[in-house]
């Protein structure tokens, strides 16, 4: 598994860390240009300097990795050893000093551009589609405009959502990608009706030509990498938010998504990029390898800086043994993306699909709703 960094001469430090202060951490670390094992390290120093810290809340700490400059574990161990705290009380007083002496500086976030987020893994049926409509309810609920577009030709969520697939040739997102459009792009969206979005969730419906889009966007001649932004670029200005629900593959469709969702000039680290839903076993780790290792070639081949917001760990049940728990675990300690929520298998998220309701209209207080809403609080900071 990769880890940034990886080639400086870096330790990891295992210390677990509670689901709060990891994420503060991370969106702070953002809004200062840093990442978080930067912002760690900054803590752990700050945290020297500091004799006398309050103890700090531990309780709901999961395991956590993260990678210091060299020496660093060793003297984070003597230093907790010197004040006779735990490393999980250490860790969590270090970061809780750093996030005082670093308050929100929320007016930068102001002028960022909409945010863009592909939810995305090749590896078919882990719960994407769940993942990018659930979030896109969350994220209108709390009051932002939510574009969700159905980015896979198989059209479930379309078909989820109770809405007919565009016509083919019609006015479609690939129309409109290949430049053969005739009116706005805004005419061919749907909003939701139920009254808890506000009619802030619209759906760009997925088109009955999409499975040609690989095939038709090869063709194109020129503006192919950039074809996607183009065809969006007209819808942004009336969205906080676009969501993609890519499709089980990593064709030429997602490398124009892993491209539209790059940072753009002066936008913030985490602002736009990709969540991964992933289940705990071994082919999610091994299908995350190749995710990963082709986003880092796009960035190489592209220029284009890519961020891998975080994990959604779906369908877990700690039931399923030894082996599930521990891929879990593993999931956990990867600092970077992080898992950013856990979603169990339940009957509320199948109902919600097989009857074709929004997961927050049929099930609003359900666990997974919750979930849903927290992934968007997180994100939407
Ligand atoms: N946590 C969950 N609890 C209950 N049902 C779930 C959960 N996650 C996904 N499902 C259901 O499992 C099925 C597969 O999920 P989903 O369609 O979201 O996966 P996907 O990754 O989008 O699949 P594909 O690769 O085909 O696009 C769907 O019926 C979905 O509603
Ligand atoms: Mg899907």
Known sequence: MTHPGAEEAREKLLVNLTPELRRDLRIRAAEYGLNMQDAAASSLNLWYDTPSVPDAEVRG???????????????????????????????????????????????????QPVKRILVGNQKGGVG??????GLAQAMAEMGLRVLLVDYDPQAHLTSRMQIPGLPEGGESLLTHMLGEATKHLARSLVALPHERFGGRLHVLPASKDAFLMDAKLALLQVGRDTCLARALAPLEDSYDVIVLDGPPNLGLAIDLA????????????????????????????????????????????????????????????????????????????????????????????????????????????????????????????
């Open 61 to 111: 700490a999961k395991s956590w990795g993260v990678y210091l400059p060299s020496g660093g574990p060793d003297r984070f161990a003597r230093e907790c050893e010197a004040r006779r705290l735990t490393k999980v009380q250490g860790m969590a007083q270090a970061i809780s000093v750093w996030l005082t002496a670093h308050p929100s500086p929320t007016e930068r976030l102001v002028a």
């Open 128 to 133: 994407k589609t769940f993942v990018a409509s």
């Open 258 to 381: 892993i491209n539209y969702v790059q940072r753009r000039p002066g936008e913030l680290i985490d602002h736009s990029g990709i969540l991964i839903p992933v289940w705990s076993d071994r082919s999610s780790f091994d299908a995350y390898e190749m995710l990963h290792s082709q986003i880092q070639t796009h960035s190489k081949m592209t220029g284009a800086v890519v961020d891998e917001l975080g994990f959604v760990v779906n369908a877990y049940d700690a039931r399923k043994g030894v082996g599930t728990r521990s891929f879990y675990e593993g999931w956990n300690q990867l600092t970077v993306p992080g898992v950013l929520g856990t979603l169990k298998d339940a009957i509320e998220g199948r109902e919600a699909s097989d009857y074709q309701i929004p997961l927050l209209e049929h099930a609003p207080d359900s666990p997974q709703a919750q979930v849903m809403r927290s992934l968007a609080k997180e994100l939407a900071a």
